[in-house]
């Protein structure tokens, strides 16, 4: 006997859009003239009627099926298929479909993180994430470089408009081979700002890589990124830094004088024990938004840029060089910058 296929329907809510299209075979060309199967008026479902396809007993045909499934699904995508035929019971199928989610970012802000410390202080790596469909994240790092005595790897997310000093930390204890572990919930199109914080192992010094591991369930395999180098200075001491003169603006030795509100005239900073790397520096109240630690002379010479002051309550403005190490500059020469607003017009 023979029988006439009246349709197939498709819940809408698993489609991108209501693109849904059929063919009798799977050759490129055959899509040229696929069915387009239509969404129903006033219904959720998508539906292919077929006018023409007979079905034959015991004979076997072959329907084949295009589509999109929806943007946010990770896992399988439960996909049932509705089959109906005159005089047959609806024939219900879920066909195995699994759709791999992605991490639209993963950004590590190097700017926003702590990777350059001293003996004792925590590490702070701050990565931005956004995720296309709800995940367990999986973040590891090596086990060894942890000091275990001073508490675990913690771990900490925020959206991505919030204040990043006010994380809520989750303590990671989950371990797999030679790794710690922190599982970190992420939703669908949500980006966020994770942290992670931990201590170092005190015997571990100078440049230290960290191997920070991303993945997840369902996902395609991450691209993942170079691991931050964390900087512990070799030595507990060094003599504190000492400025001997700052020039850039209109030069009165040793300081420089009729510097621009606005900050944006670079200041040369001359003296001693500034590091190789890492010094910040203060102009009264404002923190330089870019050091530069001249090539040739780093522990001696560095270019601040980016003071400008929200508020001057004196045009007496004091200079204070921090190092690596977080010794700053104490001298009692008053080493001062005169910052006097200019105006271009009245």
């Known amino acids: ?20 299209w059929t063919a009798l075979h799977v050759e490129p060309s055959d899509w040229q003239t696929a069915i387009p199967c239509l969404p129903v008026i006033n219904a959720s479902i998508v539906e292919c009627v077929y006018s023409n396809l007979t079905l034959y007993h015991y004979h076997d045909t072959h329907l084949y099926f295009r589509f999109t499934p929806k943007n946010d699904t990770v896992g399988d995508l439960g996909l049932t298929m509705t089959f109906t035929a005159m005089d047959f019971a609806d024939f219900e199928d ?52 942890i000091e275990q005595t001073r508490g675990p790897l913690m771990w900490g997310a925020l959206p991505v408009d919030s204040n990043l000093t006010t994380y809520d930390r989750v303590p990671c204890l989950e371990s797999q081979i030679a790794r710690t572990v922190c599982t970190v919930p992420l939703r669908r199109r949500e980006p966020v700002h994770l942290l992670l914080e931990f201590t170092m192992e005190t015997h571990i010094l100078g440049w230290q890589p960290v191997d920070v591991d991303f993945s997840a369930t369902d996902f395609l395999e991450f691209t993942q990124l170079p691991p931050p180098i964390v900087t ?14 700052i020039t850039g603006c209109t030069d009165a030795p040793p300081i420089t004088i009729f510097c621009p509100a606005g900050g944006y005239q670079p200041l040369t900073i001359h003296g001693e024990n500034f590091g190789h790397s890492g010094a910040s520096v203060r102009v009264g109240n404002a923190t330089c938004a870019s050091v530069t630690h001249v090539p040739g002379s780093e522990t001696t010479t560095i270019i601040c840029e980016g003071y400008g002051q929200e508020r001057i309550e004196s045009e007496s403005q004091l200079v204070t060089v921090t190092n690596q190490l977080r010794e700053s500059s104490v001298d009692q020469l008053n080493v001062i910058m005169n910052i006097v607003p200019m105006y271009s017009a009245l």
């Open 94 to 145: 879920t066909p195995h479909v699994s759709v791999l989610g992605v991490l639209t970012t993963l950004v590590f802000m190097e700017n926003s993180s702590r990777t350059s410390i001293i003996l004792g202080e925590s590490v702070r790596l701050i990565y931005s994430i956004e995720s296309s469909g709800d995940t367990n994240l999986r973040v590891s790092i090596p086990t060894y470089i």
């Open 232 to 245: 512990v200075p070799t030595a507990a001491y060094a003599p504190f830094p000492r400025i001997h003169r």
């Open 1 to 20: 006997y023979q029988r006439r296929v009246h349709g197939i329907q498709v819940p809408m809510e698993k489609l991108e859009g209501t693109e849904f």
